[in-house]
């Protein structure tokens, strides 16, 4: 059910921002300690927080815009930028250190053209370091959008990428397909 | 021999879903579906290094563990084992007749407190009860006052498993005495330490046991409302702790007048955003008050003024989910196991080059030993062991010398290490000692929430210092430098992430001295790790002129004729390694000399 909510929550995004923030806000605000929850449930819907979008959370939630602000940027789970189609998120866990997350993160950006913490320029992946993902007995490992890839080597980075490409540009064409009929 | 006689289990926690776990799953109920053949889904069982795991269990309660087995082994096993009565002896590593020695896993082990992961189905409240869940809150709520309730955790001597080791019936009689109208449970389920797993494969794999853990802590001190703190990271944990909660409701056990007692209770479930610091008990109240999450000074303590300013009881994790055990099966049978000042097992998650890593559970008081060879089946490169390190970045490294530590609280401290909430990171001869110290302070840099100077510009300076170092550019004052910097950010900080920063880098030196000498003074990396004191060569004798380095190269520095020796630019390098994983005849190799200081 939640996730139904959600889906309509992010159609709604698409058509009326406005509304769909409003909603978000509408729907936490009542709670003790909002804030983190209502920006939380904005970058689920529209995936990243923009100072526009804390300007209006602020004016229909009564909360300063400077605790917004400070919020959004004090945690790291907050984007303050659009992400590209593919987030991948790199473990930086001990574990993945030892096991050689620092090469994985080259191989990775050798292969998207993305450097870490940025959006590749044909915007189809983010690379994001992360602390933990808790799966230290697979290091090193990544997150592919709600994918966990684990056991990694330069080699198996490349075939991942490849394939996520692949997935990516069908989806495309899929979209395209429906659109013309 | 007919189908129906077994049950068949898939490990379905993060770690297996990320080895493949799921897709066994859905090749196994293709096969098995009109077969009558119970299929379940279950938590981690802890092997995390034989994933995806399948469990075929007979009638009369044979059990035969699979490991690493993908969507074509799984329909062997259903061939071969269901259909045909012959256990799939290749790819079979616990039971009758498995021929691996992963037995030795858990031999040296007590899964008391895992013993329901890998077991039940978390997403099944009656798999749980089925296991005498939910009996220790029925004893608390119908038979003893919540003063006995307190007096019964105090006997059983439980410490709170989130590192610092405070007597768990302490806090909950502080908040019980407090004065003041509403109370409040908190489950720190904010595990940031990288390296550490425990806390998400309880939830992940005995959903219940915490949420029964938190409503007996609710009674004892008498709040009505609980919070769990989780990480945003953690989203099949969520996900369970949500299921779990609603399956509650429906059973009577969570709402108004549980179990037909006076006592409410209700659960609110928020999701950290990241920050490393909210698992500081202070730091984590303002982050659920939705502030930024930075510590304030104690006292007041969380127990006399915590969250919106009430009396709140914070206890981690695996805190709770020890508490139902101890109300159902009674304080002795806790305090049994365990050495006279840490009771109890703690659970840690085993990894780094391990043979054989996962979530494992000790009584305290194994050692260090143990854990790494016996449990862990000793280093799976082959090369000698050099060091296991506690705590994550507040803890320290524990060099092999004193291998026959005991693991309990207060023997890990006299050695400048800490129990810390669990994770346990066993390194190799490969494996530099400078370059763990910095990424340790990289992160605890990154993490600071920069409230006390010295934590926040103590812990920057201590890391531009090792960054140096593992350049090769080390000055002779510099180890000096890091020893009085991090004692003054140890004095000089509020909370314990400042407090306890340090602690890497004065146990690397304490036991590792040698190694920061050789990058100070001889310039060289002894483990062949820091990449300014490295160089790759290319063996002219081994290279077949296969091209695969040169195409591999992301900086073009690899240059050569086909079928001729190739060789490497240094200049042009930047000691990615990419080309010695690429290289199919070991000729490239990476050497880092002792150089005469100039």
């Not at chain 1, 602390?131 to 198996?156: Q, Y």
Request: charged share 25%; proline share 4%; net charge neutral.
């Amino acid at each position: 059910m939640e996730g139904e909510l959600q889906k309509d929550l992010k159609k709604l995004a698409k058509e009326q921002p406005l509304i769909a923030l409003n909603q978000i806000v509408r729907r936490h605000n009542a709670e003790k300690g909002a804030a983190i929850p209502i920006l939380q449930d904005i970058q689920n819907t529209f995936g990243y927080v923009s100072p526009e979008m804390l300007q209006r959370a602020a004016e229909f939630s009564g909360l300063p815009v400077s605790e917004l602000f400070s919020i959004a940027t004090f945690y790291a789970q907050f984007r303050l930028e659009p992400i590209g189609e593919n987030l991948i998120q790199v473990c930086h866990g001990t574990a993945c250190h030892l096991a050689g997350a620092e090469k994985i993160t080259e191989s990775l950006q050798f292969e998207t053209k993305a450097t870490a913490g940025r959006t590749s320029p044909d915007g189809k992946f983010t690379l994001e370091k992360v602390a933990c993902l808790g799966c230290c007995s697979l290091a090193p490992v990544i997150m592919i959008n709600e994918e966990t890839f684990g056991r990694l080597t330069p080699d198996k980075v490349k075939k991942i990428i490849k394939e996520t490409r692949k997935q990516s540009a069908e989806k495309e064409e899929g979209k395209g397909g429906c659109a013309g009929a | 021999m007919p189908e129906q006689n077994y049950r068949v289990k898939v490990g379905l926690a993060t770690c297996g879903i990320a080895s493949g776990a799921a897709k066994v799953y859905d090749a196994l109920q293709e096969e098995l579906k009109e077969t009558g053949t119970l299929l379940q889904r279950t938590g981690c069982i802890g092997m995390c290094y034989s994933e995806p795991l399948v469990e075929v269990i007979e009638e009369g309660g044979k059990s035969y563990l699979y490991g690493k087995v993908d969507p074509a082994g799984a329909r062997r096993i259903v061939e071969e084992h269901l259909r045909q009565g012959r256990p799939v002896k290749d790819l079979l590593i616990l039971g009758e007749s498995a021929e691996t020695d992963d037995r030795s896993f858990l031999e040296k082990q007590h899964r008391i407190l895992l013993k329901n992961c890998g077991r039940i189905d978390p997403e099944d409240i009656d798999s749980y009860m089925a296991t005498g869940g939910y009996e220790g809150l029925r004893r608390a709520l119908t038979t003893m006052t919540p003063q006995e309730v307190i007096a019964e955790i105090e006997r059983s001597g439980l410490r709170g498993r989130g590192g610092a080791g405070f007597p768990t019936h302490l806090k909950w009689r502080f908040t019980r005495e407090a004065p003041g109208e509403q109370k409040y449970i908190v489950c720190n389920a904010d595990e940031g330490d990288p390296g550490a797993f425990m806390d998400r494969s309880i939830l992940e794999g005995d959903t219940h046991s915490v949420l029964e853990g938190m409503l007996i802590a609710g009674y004892a001190i008498g709040a009505s409302v609980g919070y769990v703190y989780i990480r945003a990271e953690y989203p099949l944990a969520i996900r369970r702790l949500k299921l779990a909660l609603r399956q509650a409701e429906e059973h009577g056990l969570l709402g108004e007048r549980i179990l037909g007692s006076d006592f409410n209770f209700k659960v609110i479930i928020r999701e950290g955003a990241g920050a490393f610091v909210c698992g500081e008990e202070t730091a984590l109240l303002m982050s659920i008050e939705g502030k930024r999450g930075m510590p304030r000074f104690r006292p007041p303590f969380p127990a006399q003024k915590g969250l919106f300013g009430c009396p709140t009881s914070i206890n981690n994790v695996e805190t709770f989910a020890n508490v139902p055990r101890i109300l159902h099966q009674g304080a002795d049978a806790f305090s049994a196991m365990g050495t006279a000042e840490s009771k109890g097992t703690k659970v840690f998650a085993l990894a780094g080059k391990v043979k054989r890593g996962g979530l494992i559970e000790i009584p305290m008081g194994t050692t260090i030993n143990e854990i790494v060879f016996d449990i862990g089946g000793g280093i799976s490169t082959g090369k000698p062991f050099k060091a296991v390190q506690t705590g994550g970045p507040s803890g320290g490294c524990i060099p092999a010398s004193l291998g026959d530590t005991p693991v309990d609280y207060e023997s890990l401290k006299k050695i400048g290490a800490i129990m810390g909430s669990g994770g346990l990171l066993v390194m190799d001869e490969d494996t530099c000692m400078v370059d763990v110290a910095k990424y340790f302070l990289t992160f605890t840099k990154n993490e600071s929430c920069g409230k006390c100077t010295f934590c926040r510009t103590g812990t920057n300076q201590m890391h531009k210092i090792l960054e140096r170092i593992t350049k090769g550019e080390g000055r002779e004052e510099d180890i000096d430098t890091l020893v009085d910097l991090a004692e003054k950010i140890k004095v000089g900080s509020l909370c314990g992430l400042g407090q306890t920063a340090p602690n890497p880098v004065l146990t690397t030196i304490r036991y590792f001295r040698h190694e920061y000498d050789a990058h100070v003074r001889e310039k060289y990396c002894p483990a062949k790790k820091c990449k300014a004191l490295i160089e790759y060569h290319i063996d002219s004798e081994s290279c077949t002129g296969c091209t695969l380095c040169a195409r591999q190269c992301p900086a073009g520095a690899i240059a050569g004729e086909k079928k001729k020796a190739h060789h490497i630019d240094q200049s042009a390098c930047i000691r990615c390694g990419l080309c010695l994983n690429s290289c199919k005849f070991e000729a490239i190799s990476v050497v880092s000399e002792p150089r005469v200081r100039t």
